[in-house]
C-alpha cells in the first residue's frame, strides 16, 4: 500500500493524477485549456454506481441509506477533497472527518506509518471547529444531494453536546460519536473504554437531538459487547466499528519510534479479522443496527461484514490507495447479490450459518 499521497493532516490524499488529454480546440472547453492546441488536464467523470435491479437501501437506526456504502471517518475529509472521484450523492452516506467546537491542531509529525497490510497514525483529530464545517463543507454536500453523517469530537462530555447543538440547524442526517479515538489525551478512547463513561456521554448526546445517533466503539476493549449494550441503553440508534486498534512501529536504525507521539491507530486490511469478529459479537449482543468498518476494500469484504451482521459498511484506509473504492464496494456488493440470487441487500445482515 502506497500512503505517501496522504496530507500531513491525514484527511484526504491528493488521489490519482487526472489523466492528460489533448485538447483540440479551445472553444469547445475553454476553462483550463492552454492555447488552440495545448493539452489539459482532464479526469474521468467522477463515479457512480453501475445501476443494478436489486434492492440496496438500508435504514441504519433511521438513517435511510440509498446503498449500504458511506465511508470511515477521516479517511475522505468532509468529501470536496474527493468530488472529483466520486459522486458524493450516490453513497450511502458522506461520513466526515471527526470536529469539535473549535479547532484542534492535532499531534506533532511523523503522525503516519506504513505497516504491513495497514498503517498507523496518531493525528489526533485535527479539524477546524464546527463554524467552518457549517459555513464550508455541508452547504457543498447539500448540493451534491449526499446524505451526511457528522463525526462528532469533544475534550469533555460538554463539548459532545455543544457540537451536536451546534449542528442542529444544518444539513446534517446522522451524528458519529466518536468515543474511541486513541489519539487523544481527553476524549476519544478514554471515555469508550469504561460503561460509565460511555452510559454518560450518550445519554447527553440522546438528550441534545432527534437525529439518528450512531455511537463509535474503541477495539481496545477485552469486552466490546459490554460496551456496546451500555451505548444502546444509554440511547444509540446503532453503533459503528472498528475504530483504529492501538499500536506502535519502531525504526530499528535510529532506535526511535516511527511516530511522534510513540503510539498510533492500526487501520486497513491487518485489522478485517478483528473487525469482522467484534461486529460478530456485538451483533448478537444488541438490537440496534451495526455500521461496520475496519480493513474493508472490496465488494466481498463488505458482504463478509453484512453476513456477520452490519447493516452498513465503511471503506476507510482503502480511500487512499484508491479514491474511487466507495462506488466500487456498492457495486461489488450489489454483483455479488445477483450472483447469488439475492434481491434485496438486506437479506444478507446477520446472514452467516455457523
Ligand atoms: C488517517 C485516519 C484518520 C481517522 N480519523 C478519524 C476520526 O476523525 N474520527 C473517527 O471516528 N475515526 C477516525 N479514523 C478511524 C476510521 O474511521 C476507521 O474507524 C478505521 O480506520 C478502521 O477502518 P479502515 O481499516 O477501513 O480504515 C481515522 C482513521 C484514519 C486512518
Known amino acids: 500500500m502506497n500512503i505517501d499521497a496522504i496530507d500531513p493532516?491525514?484527511?484526504?490524499?491528493?488521489?490519482?493524477?487526472p489523466v492528460a488529454q489533448a485538447v483540440l480546440s479551445s472553444h469547445e472547453s475553454p476553462a483550463g485549456a492552454f492555447g488552440s492546441c495545448g493539452t489539459r488536464l482532464v479526469g474521468p467523470p467522477p463515479r457512480r454506481p453501475v445501476p443494478t435491479s436489486i434492492s440496496m437501501c438500508v435504514d441504519l437506526g433511521g438513517l435511510e441509506m440509498?446503498?449500504?456504502?458511506?465511508?470511515?471517518?477521516g479517511t475522505f475529509a468532509a468529501g470536496r477533497e474527493y468530488g472529483d472521484f466520486v459522486d458524493v450523492g450516490s453513497l450511502g452516506a458522506v461520513t466526515t472527518k471527526g470536529v469539535s467546537l473549535n479547532g484542534w491542531e492535532g499531534n506533532a509529525s511523523p503522525r503516519i506509518a506504513e505497516t504491513p497490510s495497514g498503517m498507523l497514525n496518531s493525528i489526533g483529530l485535527q479539524n477546524p471547529g464546527v463554524a467552518h464545517l457549517k459555513e464550508h463543507d455541508l452547504p457543498w454536500l447539500q448540493e451534491r444531494g449526499a446524505t451526511v453523517i457528522v463525526n462528532v469530537s469533544g475534550h469533555s462530555f460538554d463539548e459532545y453536546v455543544q457540537v451536536i447543538e451546534a449542528l442542529e440547524d444544518a444539513p446534517v442526517d446522522a451524528y458519529e460519536v466518536n468515543i474511541s479515538c486513541p489519539n487523544v489525551d481527553a476524549g476519544g478512547m478514554t471515555i469508550g473504554t469504561c460503561t460509565?463513561?460511555?452510559?454518560?456521554?450518550?445519554?447527553?448526546?440522546?438528550?441534545?437531538?432527534?437525529?439518528?445517533?450512531?455511537?463509535?466503539?474503541?477495539?481496545?476493549?477485552?469486552?466490546?459487547?459490554?460496551?456496546?449494550?451500555?451505548?444502546?441503553?444509554?440511547?444509540?440508534?446503532?453503533?459503528?466499528?472498528?475504530?483504529?486498534?492501538?499500536?506502535?512501529?519502531?525504526?530499528?536504525k535510529r532506535r526511535r519510534p516511527q511516530l511522534a507521539r510513540v503510539v498510533g491507530g492500526l487501520s486497513g486490511p491487518a485489522v478485517?479479522?478483528?473487525a469482522l469478529r467484534m461486529v460478530w459479537e456485538v451483533h448478537r449482543a444488541v438490537s440496534v443496527p451495526l455500521l461496520g468498518m475496519g480493513g474493508i476494500s472490496t465488494g466481498i469484504d463488505a458482504v463478509e461484514f453484512m453476513?456477520?451482521?452490519?447493516?452498513s459498511v465503511a471503506a476507510g484506509t482503502v480511500n487512499f490507495v484508491n479514491p474511487r473504492a466507495s462506488v466500487e464496494i456498492v457495486d461489488g456488493i450489489a454483483q455479488y447479490c445477483e450472483e447469488q440470487g439475492v434481491q434485496d441487500v438486506r437479506e444478507l445482515i446477520g446472514a452467516l450459518e455457523c
Open 307 to 311: 453476513l456477520a451482521g452490519a447493516t
Open 272 to 274: 478485517k479479522p478483528v
Open 9 to 17: 493532516a491525514g484527511v484526504a490524499g491528493e488521489g490519482e493524477a
Open 196 to 252: 460509565d463513561s460511555v452510559e454518560a456521554v450518550v445519554g447527553r448526546c440522546r438528550a441534545a437531538t432527534k437525529r439518528p445517533l450512531i455511537v463509535k466503539l474503541t477495539p481496545n476493549v477485552t469486552d466490546v459487547a459490554e460496551i456496546a449494550r451500555a451505548a444502546e441503553a444509554a440511547g444509540a440508534d446503532a453503533l459503528s466499528l472498528i475504530n483504529t486498534l492501538l499500536g506502535m512501529a519502531v525504526d530499528a
Open 66 to 73: 440509498k446503498n449500504p456504502v458511506t465511508v470511515a471517518s
